[in-house]
């Protein structure tokens, strides 16, 4: 990159920041609202990134295609498994002397929960760091679960199912988001099927589970829960 081209980067990046801070018009009412640069830091970052990578063939096609794999050999695994175990576990714990339409209400109040939750769960994770936020979600997603095992009553377990889908219902979401921060809007497709693809292996794993408890092949019910 020649020095010309250099310094026009540096040009258009300071003209984006002071655009930035002016006052932005609302064309639906009229109203204003200022953006400015909460971390001016952040400005050298993107600077020294334009300066480095500005320009078409900046960044080696083999040099990308291993960073491309690398990252496909972490973050895809780690997004994969953490979908198939919350999609795939969403049965209701068995075993509590249900009766009439308590179970079926188990397996459809989770959904409650979830709606109700999903867009204010959103609202807050774009206030929040993304992982930070969806790990947080996922904790307590395992320990409601397991304070499933524990459910005495119909009622109990009712409102652990309600909690559970509450917290499940950033999942996709967040996913969603993570694979946008790490591929390209050409890569984003075939990772996104991919990770969604554990799904059905989840789904799987708990027929499998379903399927010994229904013939009998697993005798205690506190084993499986444990």
Avoid at 71 to 96: E, H, N, Q, R, S
Avoid at 173 to 195: G, K
Wanted: charge should be neutral; proline fraction near 4%; include cysteine.
């Amino acid at each position: 990159m020649s020095d010309m081209d250099a310094d026009k980067i540096k040009t258009s990046v300071k003209m984006i920041e002071h655009d930035l801070r002016q006052p932005l018009e609302r064309e639906a009412d009229g109203s204003t609202f200022s953006r400015t640069f909460q971390d001016k830091d952040h400005t050298s970052f993107y600077e020294e990134a334009l300066e480095r990578y500005g320009a078409d063939g900046a960044i080696d096609p083999a040099a990308e295609r291993r960073l491309r794999r690398k990252i496909d050999l972490i973050i895809l695994p780690l997004l994969g498994i953490c979908y198939a175990a919350i999609f795939g576990i969403k049965k209701p714990v068995t075993g509590l002397n249900l009766h009439g339409t308590q179970y079926s209400w188990l397996s459809s109040i989770f959904y409650f929960g979830w709606l109700a939750w999903a867009i204010p769960s959103n609202l807050i994770m774009q206030k929040c760091p993304p992982a930070t936020y969806l790990s947080f979600n996922i904790i307590m997603w395992g320990l409601l679960l397991m304070a499933q095992a524990g459910s005495k009553k119909f009622v109990d377990i009712a409102v652990l199912r309600v909690l559970s889908g509450a917290f499940e219902a950033i999942a996709d979401p967040a996913f969603m988001l993570i694979t946008t921060m790490w591929y390209t809007r050409e890569e984003q497709p075939i990772r996104i099927s991919a990770w969604y693809m554990f799904n059905g292996v989840g789904v799987a794993a708990g027929g499998l589970f379903g399927y010994a408890i229904g013939r009998e092949m697993i005798h205690s019910l506190l084993y499986l829960r444990i």
